[in-house]
């Protein structure tokens, strides 16, 4: 089984950033959560001392999600020795997001990144903007209208921002790929076709220090039934203080979940910085639970 992620495309920025349109690259970790292992020329230069003359960039986002090169990532860069890459700068300690003015210094004005209030309000109306496209395409193409006033009728959407019109041209694009994985990677099993791709499998040995039960984010070259992971090293300091607590917390809701204990919930909750009190905790069981047994229910009868 695979599964996959776009979050490595954002190594473009840093290429950007130090200049360069040719380079090598690769990353690791779990998903939401990889690294940037390699960043070297084509002749095998070491692209990180470039980065390093960039440090502590300023950045003024045009969107929440436009934080590759906030001073969050720096920060977490020197930190862990290792640049953060995609939605891994949204995944890291509370100190970057105890509140809205928090969350402006580390992720940059006016939003204070995807996840904060002003930040995610920007993506549910964008998001909603692109459910009316879709459902507009889908109903153009049911009255039979030409393709140049279907993208017409798409742009013409209230509230869609104008990178998203900018993108419509993209998306209708039937000789463009979206830059999603799924297709390419689809014709490389079926037809052979040698590719390489960034895949979340189990890990199984392929990067020491996790778990052999926990899902990896490495990169693969894969042709038919046959795929070739590339060599991932992470330094401890990621490993301990970054993967670890992730995948550790994820093994404990599985096990509160398949165990339907609700001391086990209510312990992961009480280790919450937002958790001001137990009867919150015991509020928020009182509103969970049941949705918890409907659910073991359906996997039991599956």
């Not at 862990?80 to 970057?96: A, C, E, M, Q």
């Not at 689809?186 to 037809?191: A, C, E, F, H, T």
């Not at 910085?273 to 969970?288: A, H």
Request: aromatic share 12%; charged share 25%; glycine share 6%.
């Amino acid at each position: 089984m695979v599964g996959f992620c776009h979050g490595h495309y954002s190594v473009e920025n840093l290429a950007n950033l130090v200049g360069v349109k040719e380079y090598e690259w690769q990353v690791a970790g779990v998903n939401h959560g990889i690294w940037l292992t390699k960043f070297t020329t084509k002749d095998g230069k070491d692209l990180y001392p470039e980065i390093e003359k960039h440090k502590k960039i300023n950045q003024n986002p045009s969107t929440p999600f436009e934080d590759q090169l906030a001073p969050v990532a720096w920060d977490m860069y020197e930190f862990y020795g290792l640049f953060p890459i995609g939605d891994t700068v949204r995944n890291s300690t509370w100190k970057y997001h105890r509140d809205l003015e928090t969350k402006i210094k580390w992720y940059g004005a006016p939003w204070g990144g995807a996840d904060s209030e002003l930040g995610w309000k920007w993506y549910v109306t964008q998001l909603n903007a692109v459910v009316d496209v879709i459902s507009k395409f889908a109903q153009a193409i049911e009255s039979g209208m030409k393709f140049e006033d279907i993208k017409n009728s798409a742009k013409s959407i209230p509230g869609l921002s104008e990178e998203w019109k900018n993108m419509v041209d993209e998306l209708l694009d039937s000789n463009k790929l979206s830059g999603e994985q799924h297709v390419p990677f689809i014709d490389s099993i079926v037809n052979g076709t040698k590719k390489r791709f960034v895949v979340n499998v189990l890990n199984k040995g392929k990067i020491k220090g996790i778990d052999d039960d926990i899902a990896v984010e490495i990169c693969a070259c894969i042709s038919g039934e046959k795929f070739e992971f590339e060599e991932s090293t992470l330094p401890e300091r990621v490993i301990n203080w970054y993967i670890k607590p992730r995948t550790l917390l994820a093994k404990q809701a599985l096990e509160a979940f398949l165990k339907q204990d609700t001391k086990l919930i209510a312990d992961i909750l009480e280790r919450d910085w937002r958790t001001k009190n137990s009867q919150q905790v015991q509020k928020l069981i009182d509103e969970l639970y049941p949705f918890v047994i409907q659910e073991m229910k359906k996997i039991t009868q599956d």
